[in-house]
């Protein structure tokens, strides 16, 4: 596991949280419990802070980074992620801000400034723009993102069900780590 400080930042870790040996996390980082970071994944608070709510998954090979601040954008933005976010295979989250119980398609690109509400499922493939702000309630796809429908009570219900998978299949890997 490559787990690095930087400038006096080094990645916190909740209870039970797995973080695949192949991942890369550097700097200012807080995860909390129960959450999983899946293999060749690379979360780099370097510049500013990365926070990642409990019971969440980044899956495989996602890059999660945020906006420094400059000349450009004062402030910059972090990167903020909820409670029972599945970000799936391959997503590039930077300097955005998602709520609670979000399903990120695989492939999805979240951009700088933009904030996703609570409940909302982004489709695979899409772009969401700087700045944009997905409503919650909504499944949401496209290049650039467009609001498609209201989310179904199974679609709603789905978040906790993938979340508490992932806390399952995290817990397996642990207990086979501690087994070998």
Not at 143 to 162: G, H, I, M, N
């Amino acid at each position: 596991m490559s787990i690095r400080t930087y400038q006096g930042h080094t990645p916190e870790l909740g209870e039970r949280v797995f973080v695949d040996p192949s991942a890369v996390l550097i700097g200012d980082i807080e995860i909390g419990e129960d959450s999983s970071v899946w293999p060749l994944t690379v979360i780099r608070g370097d510049m500013h802070r990365i926070r990642i709510g409990k019971r969440s998954s980044i899956q495989d090979g996602s890059v999660l980074h945020i906006t420094h601040a400059g000349p450009y954008n004062p402030d910059g933005f972090p990167l903020t992620i909820g409670d029972e976010v599945t970000v799936g295979h391959k997503v590039t989250l930077h300097g955005c801000t998602l709520g609670s119980r979000i399903l990120v398609g695989m492939g999805s690109i979240v951009m700088d400034g933009a904030v996703v509400e609570d409940e909302v499922i982004i489709g695979a493939g899409s772009l969401v723009p700087p700045g944009k702000t997905l409503e919650s309630g909504y499944l949401y796809v496209g290049s650039p993102v467009k609001q498609a429908r209201p989310l179904t009570d199974k679609e709603r219900s789905f978040f906790s069900y993938t979340a508490g998978n992932y806390v399952k299949l995290k817990d397996q890997h642990l207990e086979q780590a501690y087994a070998d």
